[in-house]
């Protein structure tokens, strides 16, 4: 049986999580043996924006989860991301023609540099299919023989500072980030099964600062997306709107908070810290944000070539997920099918990571596990322990 230790911290806009698990590759499980969870400081809509604050952060959950030095792979989100698909041709010139590993890392390189601004740096190239002398609908290339081998890609990119930011903060803490992941392709990872993007699926994790997405049609992915908005919003809103603090704004949103408000009394009242508010403003409040999220993911879409009726059911997760009313009204604006979902195929800590808000912390094992055999290491941003970005740029451009 193929099992093996892996470490991931997960640096969310509200909480950070560190964890230490163990990947039963052949049973597709992961069990938790360790997991330390803090309230984040320092970011801000997903990324790092006080160094030192959020280090303490990271410092204190690798603390509370006995980690040291290990290797970690590390979750990344923000507007700074953006992705695009490619295409890129290579003939192959081996005697007999056998397509092997080191081609498809060719392949992967050459897809690298297509289309990347100066400031800006690949996080992960997730081949989608490939063409092989005119034949179309390939998944697994190595071991067939082909002249002309097309490979058809999604290419993640990200500012190079904001990753150097979020690098140094996890790393000021000791640990040796060996792989940066997009946070929705980790949810996706901890959230889907083979079938849910063999079907096609649009994943919506809606966390503190952003909601993150990830589109699956025919089993690849084939289109992500940031979008600056999370459950902070939703709460600053209503603090807003009923002129009370946050704290109070948060907890009025998780006990009482809907965004339905059709299904709210126009005239019922809920009461926090001894005072009452109308439970039908606190929904509108809540709705309008939410219709605005969803409203974005559906764009996101459409400008990316994607009716959402040909997109596959909705799977929605993250703390902001837990909402009441978000399935339905994400069926109301996508006009899909929408579930919420908690990370799968867990083991140990279950009851404490079996939640919407850790898909992610569960997702970078699942990477974790991935990178260790050796497979995708092309897929994710392979960064070197110092964090230096640059010089892994470069032996990238030398297709090292
Ligand atoms: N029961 C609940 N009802 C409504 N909202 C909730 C509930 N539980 C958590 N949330 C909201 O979920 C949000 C946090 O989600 P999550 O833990 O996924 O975010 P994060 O990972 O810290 O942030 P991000 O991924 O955006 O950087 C908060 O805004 C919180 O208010
Ligand atoms: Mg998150």
Known sequence: ??????????????????????????????EVLSFGETPSQGLRRGVVVDREAAANSVAAAMDACGMGDEPVVVGIAGSHISSFNTEVT??????????????????ETEARQTGVGEDEQVIHVVPRGYVLDGSEGVQQPVGLAARKVT??????TGAISSIQNLLHA???????????V??????????????????????????????????????????????PIGGESFTSDVAYGLKIPYETAERLKVRYGTVLSRIVDPVAAVRV????????????????????????????????????????DTVLTGG??????????????????????????????????????????????????????GKPKSEGATVNSFGSIV????SWFRGE
């Not at 503190?208 to 089993?219: I, M, N, P, Q, S």
């Open 273 to 312: 810290d001894r005072r009452h508010y109308n439970a039908h403003f606190l929904s509108q409040i809540l709705e309008y944000r939410a219709q605005e999220v969803f409203d974005y993911v559906s764009d996101s879409l459409r400008k990316n070539g994607l009716d959402n009726r040909f997109s596959g």
């Open 151 to 156: 490979m058809r890609a999604h290419v993640v």
């Open 170 to 180: 996890v790393e000021d803490c000791g640990a040796r980030v060996t792989q940066v």
């Open 1 to 30: 049986m193929s099992q093996s230790l892996v470490y991931g911290i997960d640096v969310g806009t509200t909480k950070i999580v560190a964890l230490v698990g163990r990947v039963d590759s052949e049973r597709g499980l992961v």
């Open 391 to 394: 010089a892994a740029i470069k």
């Open 90 to 107: 290579l003939l192959n010139r081996s005697r007999n023609l056998a397509i092997t590993e080191r081609f498809i890392h060719k392949l």
């Open 320 to 373: 902001g997920s837990l909402l009441d009313g978000m399935t339905e009204l994400s069926e109301d604006v996508l006009g899909v099918p929408a579930r919420t979902a908690a990370p799968l195929g867990v083991e140990g800590n279950s009851n404490v990571v079996q939640k919407p808000q850790y898909s992610t912390s569960i997702g970078l094992l699942g990477y974790a596990a991935k990178t260790d055999k």
């Open 182 to 227: 997009l946070e929705p392709l980790a949810s996706a990872e901890a959230c889907l099964q083979a079938a849910d993007r063999d079907a096609g699926v649009t994943l919506v994790d809606i966390g503190g600062g952003t909601t993150d997405v990830a589109v699956f049609l025919r089993g690849g992915l084939v289109h992500t997306a940031v979008i």
